[in-house]
């Protein structure tokens, strides 16, 4: 079996024998070389080719990139001052300025309005270049989370003059950034290859040449690791990560990531009662589906924030209480013979185990009293229902920022004013606002401790585990885990 499923998809010659040449095995194509048009698993592509203007490393501490410094210029942080390194040059040869950093994040967010990158960017109000290596930020609203979502999705430097030379069709066809390799090959839903780029400003990457071999079948990833036709798998359920990294030469990397799994809900019908919320808070066996979905590798938690996040408050827990959700209920009038009824929505497939988690939960409510019928939408039908508010119940959903900010959790998914938002309560601006402007950096952390204990207390969220990284590489590479659960070929030995 694991010999056709290799022959299928790592065609004969597929691999260079270099030893500088390392193969990933990946679980997707790009969906554009343009990063307005992305998702955390295609980081690790894009991050190859192009540069952020900050850099967050594998601790969660983001400090300068082709940024070389920061400042704020005002007190309510609606004024941020970036310098730029001289010396940083695109693929093509041309210097990286002021002007491309205008170009990628003023003037690209206004031309693509319904983009990931200008819902993120919309509170920019305008950006000046005095010099070629300065520009000053305005935002309409304080914005103190900025320099940490300069380092996070999407927040990539573009080419000016290449891009609007070859315009939009032209770039994603010969796309080319500042990063530590450029594209030498494409082949849609195939393979990508990419070479080190010479003169990236820190140096050469040690590994020269990566090839991404396009594998969605994981028994195919698997088994590319296994027969050693790549140097590193990814994506893969928990029990072939440990079956694969108890062989020789090969290392599993079960590590949880800055993403979290969680229930979005709706303030809609019956999801107004709050005892209604906080009873399917109760009725979750975190530790369960945990152990039965996840190997127990699967880390719970009871607001957007785990260990080594800076907003996480260890002590705060939302227990699995059956008998107390039944006592909810029963306080707002429901029982067995009157149980709620909800729609529940999920994806299948977009992160590990899905809807398998999500039918686990609907099995946790029906125990205590509230009947769902469970709905499968595609991860395009999803991004539509939450644009356009058609969500009318709970909703199970990876949120993956890379900075591991409250900010960029609660922050964005609670805001009734963003496109992320599907619970939209009166009473969150006023908790929430002072805080995304708050400049004290541990002020804006014991803040947002406070805001996440209350949301979750009123049943706005519930969430539910880390995201789980699940990869096998060989021991000879080097490979060493990012929290924000990125692939980092260029640190690669």
């Not at 609007?164 to 500042?178: H, T």
């Not at 429901?334 to 497939?349: C, H, I, M, Q």
């Not at 004013?417 to 606002?433: A, Q, R, T």
């Amino acid at each position: 079996m694991f010999g056709a499923a290799v022959a299928t998809t790592f065609g004969t010659g597929a691999f260079a024998q270099d030893p500088r040449t390392v193969t990933v095995a990946f679980p997707m194509d790009i969906l554009s070389w343009d990063p307005v048009t992305l998702n955390p698993t295609q980081s690790a592509i894009i991050k190859c080719v192009y540069d952020q203007p900050l850099e967050l490393a594998p601790d969660l501490k983001f400090g300068p990139s082709v940024v070389s410094d920061f400042k704020w210029l005002n007190k309510n942080c609606t004024l941020l001052e970036m310098s730029f390194r001289d010396g940083v040059t695109f693929h093509n040869g041309d210097k990286l300025t002021a002007a491309d950093f205008k170009f990628s994040f003023f003037d690209r967010p206004r031309a693509q309005k319904a983009s990931l990158l200008a819902g993120v960017w919309s509170a920019i109000e305008s950006i000046e270049v005095p010099t070629p290596l300065k520009a000053v930020v305005k935002f309409s609203a304080p914005m103190a989370i900025a320099p940490v979502m300069f380092a996070d999705i999407p927040a990539y430097i573009l080419p000016k003059a290449y891009y609007e030379k070859v315009g939009k069709d032209g770039f994603e066809a010969k796309p080319i950034g500042s990063g530590p390799y450029k594209l030498v090959e494409y082949q849609r839903d195939q393979r990508i290859v990419l070479e080190a780029y010479e003169g990236y400003w820190r140096g050469p990457a040690k590994v020269k040449r990566l090839v991404f071999q396009v594998t969605k079948d994981p028994t195919a990833r698997a088994a590319a690791i296994q027969s050693g036709q790549a140097d590193l798998t990814m994506n893969i359920p928990v029990r072939e990560a440990e079956r694969l990294g108890a062989l020789p030469g090969l290392a599993p990397h079960l590590d949880s990531t800055t993403g979290v799994i969680f229930l979005q809900m709706a303030n809609k019908g019956i999801l107004t009662d709050k005892n209604v919320r906080l009873a399917c808070h109760h009725a979750i066996d975190k530790a369960a589906i945990s152990k039965a979905l996840f190997g127990g590798h699967a880390t719970a938690v009871y607001m957007p924030a785990g260990p080594g996040f800076p907003a996480y408050v260890p002590d705060f827990k939302v227990a699995f209480d059956p008998a107390k959700a039944k006592a909810l209920l029963a306080a707002s009038g429901y029982n067995a013979a009157n149980p709620v009824k909800l729609n529940f929505y999920t994806s299948k497939g977009v992160f590990a185990s899905d809807f398998d988690t999500a039918r686990v939960i609907a099995q946790m409510w029906q125990k205590v009293g509230i009947e769902v019928n469970l709905q499968v939408l595609d991860s395009p039908t999803l991004y539509e229902y939450q644009r356009t508010g058609k969500f009318d119940g709970p909703v199970l959903k990876p949120f993956n920022p890379a900075a591991g900010d409250p900010g960029t959790y609660s922050g964005y998914m609670l805001d009734p004013k963003m496109s992320f938002s599907i619970w939209k309560g009166e009473d969150i601006p006023p908790k929430l606002y002072p805080l995304m402007g708050e400049p004290d950096y541990a002020k804006r952390m014991e803040g947002f401790k406070t805001f996440d204990m209350w949301q979750v207390e009123q049943g706005y969220s519930i969430p539910l585990f880390l995201g789980l990284s699940t990869i096998v590489a060989k021991r000879s590479l080097g490979f060493r885990p990012y929290k924000s659960g990125i692939l980092i070929p260029y640190d690669w030995a």
